[in-house]
C-alpha cells in the first residue's frame, strides 16, 4: 500500500510539473516577440510608411515593455503581470500599423509613449475628440464609413468619454489612464478597419447602406 501511495503521489507530482511547464509554454516572453514587431517596423521603414523617428520611437517603447518584464520576473511572473504585459504589446503593435497607415502632420494625431503631446503631458479623451472627428468625418464624406459606421464609432467613443468621467471621480490613476489608452487604441483601430472593409456608402449600391 505505502509503495501504491508512493508512486501515486509521484504520478500526481509529475502531472502538475507538465502542467505548469505547459502553461509556462503557452505564454511568449517579450523577449521571443522581438524578431517580429522588428520585422514589421523594418518593412514600414523600408517602404516609407514609417519615418526614422517614428521606428526610434516605436523600438523604444518596446524596450520599457521589456523592462518590465525584468522588474515583473524579479518577484515572479504573476498571471495579472502577463496580461498587464500582452495589453501594453496590443497598445504597441496597433500603434505601429497606426503609424504605418496614418502619416502624422503637424496637427496630426496625438500618439506615442502613454500617449502624450508634445509637451509630456497625457492626452485627455476630450482633447483627442476633434481628431477622432475629422477622421470619422473624413471617411464619411469620401464614403469609406456609411451612415451606420460612424453613428456607432462616435457611440463608441462617448461611452469611453463616460468611462473617463467617472475614474476621473476619485483622480485618474496610471492604471485607469493606460486602460483608456488602450480602449482608445481600439477605437482607432476600429475606426481604419470600418475605413478599408469595402463597404461604402452612395458609391454603386444606389447610395444605401448595404448594412
Do not use: C, H
Not at 509556462?24 to 517580429?36: E, H, L
Not at 522588428?38 to 514600414?44: P, Q, V
Not at 467617472?166 to 486602460?179: F, I, K, M, Q, T
Amino acid at each position: 500500500m505505502k509503495t501504491i501511495a508512493r508512486l501515486s503521489l509521484i504520478a500526481a507530482s509529475a502531472l502538475a510539473m507538465t502542467a505548469g511547464a505547459a502553461q509556462a509554454q503557452g505564454w511568449t516572453p517579450i523577449n521571443a516577440r522581438q524578431a517580429s514587431l522588428d520585422d514589421r517596423i523594418d518593412a514600414g521603414v523600408r517602404s516609407g510608411d514609417l519615418s526614422r523617428e517614428e521606428a526610434i520611437r516605436l523600438r523604444g517603447e518596446f524596450r520599457q515593455i521589456q523592462a518590465l518584464e525584468a522588474r515583473y520576473r524579479s518577484g515572479g511572473l504573476s498571471d495579472w503581470e502577463r496580461r498587464d504585459l500582452d495589453r501594453r504589446m496590443d497598445a504597441l503593435s496597433i500603434r505601429v500599423s497606426s503609424e504605418r497607415t496614418d502619416r502624422q502632420t503637424g496637427s496630426g494625431w496625438y500618439g506615442g509613449r502613454g500617449w502624450t503631446d508634445q509637451r509630456g503631458e497625457w492626452v485627455s479623451i476630450n482633447r483627442r475628440q476633434d481628431q477622432l472627428d475629422r477622421r470619422i468625418e473624413a471617411g464619411y464624406r469620401s464614403g469609406r464609413l456609411t451612415p451606420r459606421e460612424a453613428t456607432r464609432l462616435r457611440a463608441e467613443f462617448n461611452a469611453l468619454e463616460k468611462l473617463e468621467a467617472r475614474y476621473r471621480v476619485n483622480g485618474l490613476s496610471g492604471r485607469e489612464r493606460a486602460d483608456l489608452d488602450q480602449r482608445f487604441d481600439r477605437l482607432a483601430a476600429n475606426l481604419r478597419e470600418e475605413a478599408r472593409d469595402g463597404q461604402r456608402y452612395g458609391y454603386g449600391y444606389g447610395g444605401y447602406d448595404r448594412r
